[in-house]
């Protein structure tokens, strides 16, 4: 009788230490779990931001509004693509949303620095995202306007001087720049490749007309993270245009609209449909002369295209190499590398949607 309950006691005291085990157990994955949801990371995340069509509305208000010329309805759609960032600088995602965003093909883990450089702050940041979108809305109305035959004439302007920087205090917004060391300037990549080429043996001379005057300011440009020179300047080009033409579309950043706002007013502007009722979405910077540059996270604007509806895609051809093996089940991408390019193989498509004579990233 008494082994028997010797025994017993042994047993009641070997299920308390495996309870005592598994509570254990259990607390530490909580706490480790807990420590991974809260502890800061040096990444953020990209995914599909939202979709915008062009021949539509964005919070009651036309995307495109024409005046000075008759502008037509269109029954289908092209779609201006956008992506989301999650997380910001002072507030990144968790290990725990960074794992989950590494297992899923249609989102992209970045570092910080990558979309927030230590020299600029997060305000910064927006205000050049702003103004970038600026610039491409006044390159694709210079772009549909001279591919529908119009003269566009144009100048460089300062669109923002950022504080502390090398040109505060010197230039001021809306300076129109005329030249620099002597050189006049009728573009931005001149202007930029001037800037990043200084050689440091003196000054550059900078002469902008402010408010129709003339005015020479000696700028020695400032290193940033990176190692290039910068001004400290946010430039852009104003347009002559023979027709009014307004660009909208909320709290939305970057240059990569590009071709499709082109796409959208030359649709506007001329009687018929180009997409012919298809859903086409598609991404992409433009130049007044109409050509297509590539852009970033385009993946996630692969999956966004997907899951708005569209069918088509026209993607830069300048991207092809990150869009092979990434294209979402049901749709098709089309290669661009022009204005030109975007027209014609719209023009096929609204005639037979399963025209297969069109360039893709693998041909």
């Keep these: 009788m008494t082994f028997f309950k010797r025994g017993k006691s042994r047993s009641k005291s070997s299920d308390q230490a495996k309870r005592a085990v598994g509570f254990f157990t259990v607390v530490t994955f909580a706490a480790g779990f807990l420590t991974l949801a809260l502890l800061p990371t040096p990444y953020l995340i990209e995914r599909a931001g939202p979709t915008y069509d062009v021949l539509g509305e964005v919070e009651g208000e036309p995307v495109i509004s024409i005046s000075g010329a008759r502008s037509y309805e269109s029954e289908g759609m092209l779609e201006v693509l956008t992506v989301s960032i999650v997380g910001k600088p002072e507030n990144t ?37 702003s103004a970038m979108m600026e610039v491409s809305q006044q390159d694709a109305i210079a772009a549909a306007l001279t591919q529908l035959g119009y003269q566009t004439p144009r100048q460089v302007y ?17 300076d129109f720049v ?21 050689d440091e043996s003196e000054p550059l001379e900078i002469v902008v007309d402010r408010n129709g005057r003339e005015v020479t300011e000696l700028i020695s440009p400032v290193k940033d993270a990176e190692g290039n020179y910068r001004l400290g300047i946010l ?14 579309l909320g709290d939305v950043g970057g240059p990569s ?21 298809i859903h086409v979405a ?10 297509v540059g590539p852009i970033g996270g385009v993946v996630q ?3 966004g295209a997907k899951r708005s509806g569209a069918t088509v895609f026209l993607a830069p051809a300048a991207n092809c190499d990150e869009i092979v093996g990434n294209v979402p089940s049901g ?31 693998t041909n």
């Design 235 to 248: 430039v852009g080009y104003k347009y002559d245009f023979p027709v009014e033409i307004k660009l909208q």
């Design 301 to 303: 604007k692969l999956y």
């Design 178 to 198: 005329l030249s620099l060391n002597g050189e006049a300037i009728n573009d931005l990549e001149q202007l930029k490749s001037i800037v990043t080429s200084w």
């Design 158 to 174: 300062i669109a923002e001087v950022v504080a502390n920087a090398a040109a505060s205090g010197k230039l001021v917004a809306a």
């Design 257 to 277: 609209g590009g071709m499709m706002f082109a796409l959208g007013i030359i649709d506007r502007l001329t009687p018929g449909d180009l997409t012919g009722g």
């Design 93 to 129: 995602p968790s290990w725990i949303e960074i794992a989950f965003a590494w297992a899923d093909e249609s989102q992209k883990v970045v570092p910080v620095e990558l979309l927030y450089p230590k020299d600029r702050t997060t305000e910064d940041v927006r205000s050049e995202s």
């Design 282 to 291: 598609g991404t992409g910077t433009i130049t007044q002369a109409g050509e």
């Design 331 to 361: 749709l098709r991408v089309v290669k661009i590398e022009t204005l030109q390019d975007a027209l014609n193989a719209l023009e096929k498509l609204s005639a037979n949607e399963q025209d297969q004579s069109l360039p893709s990233c």
